[in-house]
Nanobody, 125 residues
Framework: QVQVVESGGGLVQAGGSLRLSCAAS????????MGWFRQAPGKEREFVAA????????YYADAVKGRFTISRDNAKNTVYLQMNSLKPEDTAVYYC??????????????????WGQGTQVTVSS
């Protein structure tokens, strides 16, 4: 059974940092592309970042480019999202997603097969 579980959310002041983690299990982690999405109240779930199965390629939404970094440790079956210089508009529930058998960088919700339950990130001004 595939499981995707996020952790690391919380409350932080504007300008601060947080690191989210996402552990995926149930299938071979090294063959899976991973992504982060977020959903603010009253808004659609939006793409944040994606990383290829090897970790060699990444892609970011314009809103987070230069502030967020996605990375992965295949030995730990875990992907990370380091978030720096956080802004109040980054406040959202952050979701981790997995796409098995992908050698690309999926960037839309429909491309991902499995999702975590979400973790809340709140940035105060």
């Amino acid at each position: 059974q595939v499981q995707v579980v996020e952790s690391g959310g919380g409350l932080v002041q504007a300008g601060g940092s947080l690191r989210l983690s996402c552990a995926a299990s149930g299938r071979t982690f090294s063959s899976v592309a991973m992504g982060w999405f977020r959903q603010a109240p009253g808004k659609e779930r939006e793409f944040v970042a994606a990383i290829s199965w090897s970790g060699g390629r990444t892609y970011y939404a314009d809103a987070v480019k230069g502030r967020f970094t996605i990375s992965r440790d295949n030995a730990k079956n875990t992907v990370y999202l380091q978030m720096n210089s956080l802004k109040p508009e980054d406040t959202a529930v952050y979701y981790c997603a997995a796409k098995w058998g992908s050698y690309g960088l999926p960037r839309t919700r429909n491309e991902y097969d499995y999702w975590g339950q979400g973790t809340q990130v709140t940035v105060s001004s």
